[in-house]
Every structure is written in structure tokens, then in C-alpha cells.
């Protein structure tokens, strides 16, 4: 074993930039993309990598790759493909809970494969609960299955989670700083890996399969998690119910006066739906809207206490309702669940600096978070990811709102599909592009460009539609984190460690090398974001794999898998995150469902990769 190197300048600088971002990656005490930045800036400063490649991430592969896939997926999302794919599901499983359930998973492990995880669950979220509504299946028996066969799914190609995604640009950059006399690695094609990629998918169908109906078998557990979001489940789960009923704001009522927001502050005031004033009635008044005389409210409550607020505020009840019937008409309004995902704007904020009435109609009810319920002061809760939002509105006002990104529905509730018409189109473009990228020699990138240009100019999604379906925070993290990967390679840091550990692990076998770096991304991959992982172990088991005489290729890749294989805590991964909150999961059953399905696919990953990348 070579101990040549020895530590630089450089090399310190980068091992200190590397601690410095796992640890505000950890701690949060800077936002994650503003410490990506931070790290583009520090390496140009220092010159740690050649000036000319530092933006380099910007135009790279991975990233023009992955805004391309995020187009896609939203063109397909606005045809309708996930609204057809649940039909399919219900059709060929012809009402059998077991079938449903397995179907679905195929399903999404599947199209995992070709549309990014993240998009893929935020998309599917509905579809798993109209198939929870028409069956009578308990959502929570089928998110998290869902969830986790679609991280799993996520290995068939090169271009659905962003470890891999970013892998070839890795090493390409490992490449122009191999050793002289090294064996340059090979970029991988589409489907390269989808003979390790498949496999693992099967390994979480089949386990899946035994496990759901042990974990929630009772049915009790079925009373608790009702499909169809009706007036019982908001009930039963938030202490949501009663009926909507009209106040008349009379000339002696204190209401006078006071806005919406003091009204509702008042003891025993009901949830204030909607407010006519004159001849203007609205759903979700504004907080600082006034009451007059002969204002009316619509507000949902139990009867008894409605009648009670009217007889201490002097209000007159309405025997029907006169004037919101049409508002309230179950077929245009209603209550719906909404999640707040990882990327959302809303995270960090108070429920009240956001206005909803105001901005979009819609009023706050509840939220929860894990086993807590906010009924009381819920315009003061700071929201979280993966917090779950209760909201009444018109539904044309929620299609609305959810165009923002800033939360995902997860109520079926009416609406019309926007453009049916080229579903077609948007078909024949994903699977152009499919074919481009294991067909021809045309870069991944290029290949899926072509599939989101076509969706473009046959009018599937307009420019505009295409920019916000972009996750632009992740896009930015990503890119400004690829010099961070080259900065270890062109200083020898990653070679450096690689020669330290060996100096540790140099007589150990190639599999036990391996299962090291597995579970190491694996555990760095719990408290940092996966790309960071990647970034920072991808060079290292290149590098490993050179002093240890293994496939680099073998090791690169082994280390990506493991970087996505996070099934234990929902805040390591943004699938996971999306579907705690509707399914109510406790970390108990993230743990009890992860941990073995972690150590059956990270040994399934280690033997299945050996197999195919290393049989000559």
C-alpha cells in the first residue's frame, strides 16, 4: 500500500469545508441551500479546484437531467396519466384489498424508475386516497408501503433519485484526476443498473407483501384511518364536526365592529367560514374584514353551542341557509387534507403571516403533526415539513392554491382534469425521450430535454408551468454542491482518506470494504440530504476501490444506492416526509418498518452489484 500522500493545506481546506456542511446540514442553523452557496464561494475563494469548472454544476448533466425529468413528471401530472393509472389499478384488482395493495406498489416501484421519487409521491398522494375512498382500504395500509417501494424503484435507472442522477457527473471528475496508469471508470447508461435496480424492487414487493397485513391487521386500527375523508374521519381525527349554520349580525350584537379575526378569538366562537356583508359574500374572510349590522356568518359548530354563541353576541339564527347554500353545495366547496412538503415556502412560517383567506380562500381548520392536534390559536403554529393542514374552501379555490407547490392535496375532491386532450402527447415525448437515452449514444441530459421540449411545443405544459414545476432549491443545492466532489478529487483529499483507511481496512476483503462504505453513506445520508452524502463518499470509494484493487465503478455505485436506501426516520427523506403526516405514522413504525427492510437492501445492493459489475 502506498503512503506517499500526505496531508496539504488544501486538503485540510477541504476536510474543513466538508465538517463545516455536515454540520449545518445537521443543525440548520443556516438554510441548506444558502450553505450550498457558501461552499461554491469558499472554493472559488481558496482556488481549491481550477476557476474555469467551478460553475461547471450549473450546466452539468445531473442538473439539466433532472429539471428535464421535474418537467416531465408535471406534464404527465397535468394530463391526467396518475388519474387513468388509478382507474387501471381498481379495474385489475377487482375490489381486493390484497390485490389493491400490491398493485399499487408494482406500480409505483415501476414508474419510480422514470419520474423523480419526491415528484412521483407528491403526484400519487391522490390517487392512493381515491383508491382508499372507492375501496374501503385504510390509507395508512398503503402509504408507507407506497413510499418505500418507490425509493426502491428509484435504482432501476440512472434518472429518477438524485444520487444517481448526479453519479456520472462524479465520476467524470474522478476521471481527470485518476493516477497515472488508472483505468478510466464508464459513465453508466440509462438502464445500466436495472439489473440491480429491478431485483431491489422485488426484495420491497415481496416484503411488503408479508409485512402489511402484521403491521395495522386489526380492525380497530381500520376504524382509525377511514378512506374517504367525510364529515365522520375530519371527526373522529381533529374534533372537526357539526353543522354549517347562518348568523345575522344584529344592530345590538357586539360583533359590531370588530373583524373577523376578533370574532373568531371570542369564547365558544364557532370556526367562521364565510361572511356576507351587503350584497358581497365570500368563503374564508380575510381576518381584517369588519362585521356591520346585517352581516351574516356562516359558521360550523355543533348546534347546541352555535345557538349559545347567538344568544351571548345577539346574533339571529338562521332557520336554513338563505345565502351560502350554493357556497357550502358539498359538489363546489368542502374540507380537505393538505400536507406541507420538504421544498415548500410555508415552512418556517406562522399560519396567520400567511393570509390564506386573504390570498387564495382558503381557511385553516387544523394542523397536525405527528400524534399533535392544533384546534385552538392555530394561526399561531410555525409550520413544519411534513405537517399535516385541515382547510376549508371552495374546491376550484384549492385546484388554485395547489398550483404554488407550497402543499400537496391529499383529499379527493371534484376536479377536472386540465388536459386530457394530449395525454397523448405527453406519452409519446416521455417515451422519446426514454428511447433516446438507451438507444442512441445522445447524452442522458440531451435525451431527456428532448422529451420536455416536445411537451413544451405540443402544449402540454405552457413555459411558465414548466418553470414552476421545477424545484429550483433543489436544483441550486445540487449544483452548488458538484464542486465540493471535484474540490476532493483534484486536491488528493479523497485519495488521502482512501490511503488512511487502508492503512486500517487494507487486509479486509472487497465485501467488507464495501458494506463499510455502504453503511457509512447510509448513516451520513440519516442527518445530512442524500446529494450531500453522495457528494462527500462517492470520491472516497473511487478512490478506496484504486488502493484496494476493486471496480471502482462497483464501489461508486454501491455508495449512490446506499445514499437513497433511507427507510428508517422520515427527515432523512423527502418520500417519507410527504406521506407521515396522512397516513399517521408514529417514528415507531418508520423504524419498525425501515430498519429491517434497510439491512434486507443494503445486503440485497451489496450482493446483487458484486454480481453484475464485477462477473469478469
Not at 496508469?181 to 424492487?201: E, K, N, R, W, Y
Amino acid at each position: 500500500m502506498d503512503t506517499s500522500l500526505t496531508l496539504t493545506t488544501d486538503m485540510a481546506l477541504v476536510l474543513g469545508l466538508l465538517v463545516f456542511t455536515v454540520l449545518m446540514l445537521v443543525l440548520e442553523w443556516i438554510r441548506a441551500d444558502l450553505v450550498a452557496l457558501l461552499v461554491i464561494v469558499v472554493i472559488g475563494v481558496t482556488r481549491l479546484m481550477p476557476v474555469d469548472r467551478l460553475f461547471d454544476g450549473f450546466a452539468g448533466n445531473a442538473v439539466m437531467s433532472l429539471i428535464a425529468v421535474m418537467i416531465m413528471g408535471a406534464g404527465l401530472d397535468r394530463t391526467g396519466v396518475l388519474g387513468k393509472a388509478a382507474s387501471f389499478i381498481l379495474r385489475l384488482a377487482g375490489g381486493v384489498e390484497t390485490r389493491v395493495s400490491h398493485l399499487m406498489n408494482a406500480m409505483v416501484g415501476s414508474m419510480s424508475a422514470i419520474m423523480q421519487s419526491q415528484a412521483l409521491a407528491t403526484l400519487f398522494m391522490p390517487v392512493a386516497s381515491r383508491i382508499s375512498a372507492r375501496t374501503g382500504i385504510p390509507l395508512k395500509r398503503l402509504l408507507l408501503p407506497m413510499a418505500c417501494c418507490i425509493l426502491a424503484g428509484t435504482n432501476i435507472t440512472m434518472i429518477s433519485n438524485s444520487p444517481l442522477i448526479l453519479l456520472n457527473d462524479l465520476v467524470a471528475s474522478a476521471n481527470r484526476n485518476l493516477p497515472p496508469g488508472a483505468q478510466s471508470i464508464d459513465a453508466f447508461p440509462l438502464f445500466s443498473i436495472a439489473p440491480v435496480g429491478i431485483p431491489l424492487l422485488v426484495v420491497g414487493l415481496v416484503y411488503f407483501a408479508w409485512l402489511t397485513p402484521r403491521l395495522w391487521p386489526s380492525d380497530e386500527e381500520r376504524q382509525k384511518v377511514t378512506p374517504g375523508r367525510t364529515e365522520t374521519y375530519f371527526a373522529e381525527m381533529y374534533g372537526i364536526d357539526g353543522e354549517v349554520m347562518e348568523l345575522v349580525v344584529t344592530a345590538e350584537s357586539p360583533l359590531v365592529g370588530m373583524s373577523v379575526l376578533e370574532a373568531e378569538q371570542l369564547h365558544g366562537a364557532p370556526l367562521v367560514l364565510a361572511l356576507k356583508t351587503g350584497n358581497e359574500a365570500r368563503l374564508a374572510p380575510p381576518a381584517d374584514q369588519m362585521i356591520w349590522v346585517g352581516s351574516v356568518l356562516g359558521v360550523l359548530g355543533k348546534r347546541e353551542a352555535i345557538n349559545e354563541f347567538a344568544n351571548n353576541q345577539l346574533c339571529r339564527v338562521q332557520p336554513r341557509l338563505r345565502n351560502f347554500g350554493d357556497m357550502f353545495n358539498p359538489t363546489r366547496a368542502g374540507i380537505s387534507e393538505v400536507v406541507i412538503p420538504p421544498n415548500s415556502r410555508w415552512i418556517k412560517q406562522v399560519v396567520g403571516d400567511l393570509r390564506l383567506r386573504k390570498r387564495f380562500g382558503v381557511s385553516v381548520l387544523a394542523v397536525t403533526r405527528g400524534e399533535q392536534v392544533f384546534r385552538e390559536d392555530v394561526r399561531q403554529v410555525t409550520l413544519r415539513p411534513g405537517d399535516t393542514l385541515v382547510l376549508h374552501s371552495l374546491w376550484r379555490d384549492l385546484a388554485l392554491a395547489a398550483e404554488s407547490r407550497d402543499f400537496v392535496v391529499v383529499t379527493d375532491f371534484p376536479q377536472e382534469e386540465q388536459r386530457p386532450s394530449k395525454i397523448w402527447h405527453a406519452v409519446a415525448f416521455f417515451a422519446l425521450a426514454m428511447g433516446l437515452g438507451l438507444f442512441t449514444d445522445i447524452t442522458l441530459a440531451v435525451a431527456m430535454l428532448v422529451g420536455a421540449v416536445g411537451m413544451l411545443l405540443a402544449g402540454v405544459l405552457s413555459m411558465d408551468e414548466a418553470y414552476h414545476s421545477i424545484n429550483w432549491k433543489t436544483i441550486f443545492i445540487l449544483a452548488c454542491l458538484i464542486p465540493l466532489g471535484g474540490a476532493m478529487d483534484s486536491t488528493g483529499t479523497a485519495a488521502w482518506v482512501a490511503q488512511e483507511v487502508m492503512v486500517y481496512l487494507g487486509g479486509l476483503p472487497q465485501w467488507v470494504l464495501q458494506a463499510f462504505l455502504a453503511v457509512l453513506a447510509l448513516a451520513l445520508s440519516q442527518v445530512i440530504s442524500n446529494v450531500g452524502a453522495a457528494v462527500m463518499m462517492v470520491p472516497m470509494a473511487i478512490n478506496i476501490a484504486l488502493a484496494a484493487g476493486g471496480n471502482p465503478a462497483a464501489y461508486a455505485l454501491i455508495v449512490a444506492i446506499s445514499t437513497s436506501n433511507t427507510f428508517l426516520l422520515p427527515s432523512a427523506n423527502p418520500v417519507l416526509l410527504v406521506v407521515a403526516g396522512p397516513g399517521g405514522y408514529r417514528r415507531s413504525d418508520f423504524l419498525r418498518v425501515g430498519l429491517p427492510l434497510t439491512v434486507i437492501i443494503l445486503a440485497s445492493t451489496l450482493v446483487l452489484v458484486n454480481l453484475v459489475f464485477n462477473r469478469g
